[in-house]
Nanobody
């Protein structure tokens, strides 16, 4: 069992930055790939970024490429999402997710391949 707790969301002006954190419990963190997804009101949850177990592989949605950076600290059981040059269309609830060995430690956009999800943190970007 893996529990994920996101933090770091808030209100920021367009062009600003935020760093989201996702703290994981359990012994499987270092063997799990991790992902970030977001869901805007009335829309489906979509992929933002993902990182491999070691951190050597990263994958981004085109909409955030060059602005967002995903990273992880396996010693601290934490994954981060650094968000720069934020835009109003980045406004959403952001969720972190873990893909364990059960799902092949997958890192990519298919949310069906993630086994555990956090409760989400709200990010609001004002224009």
């Amino acid at each position: 069992q893996v529990q994920l707790v996101e933090s770091g969301g808030g209100l920021v002006q367009a062009g600003g930055s935020l760093r989201l954190s996702c703290a994981a419990s359990g012994r499987t963190f270092s063997s799990s790939a991790m992902g970030w997804f977001r869901q805007a009101p009335g829309k489906e949850r979509i992929f933002v970024a993902a990182i491999s177990r070691s951190g050597g592989g990263r994958y981004y949605a085109d909409s955030v490429k060059g602005r967002f950076t995903i990273s992880r600290d396996n010693a601290e059981n934490t994954v981060y999402l650094q968000m720069n040059s934020l835009k109003p269309e980045d406004t959403a609830v952001y969720y972190c997710a873990a893909s364990t060995y059960l799902s092949g430690s997958y890192y990519g956009p298919d949310k069906g391949r993630y086994d555990y999800w956090g409760q989400g943190t709200q990010v609001t970007v004002s224009s």
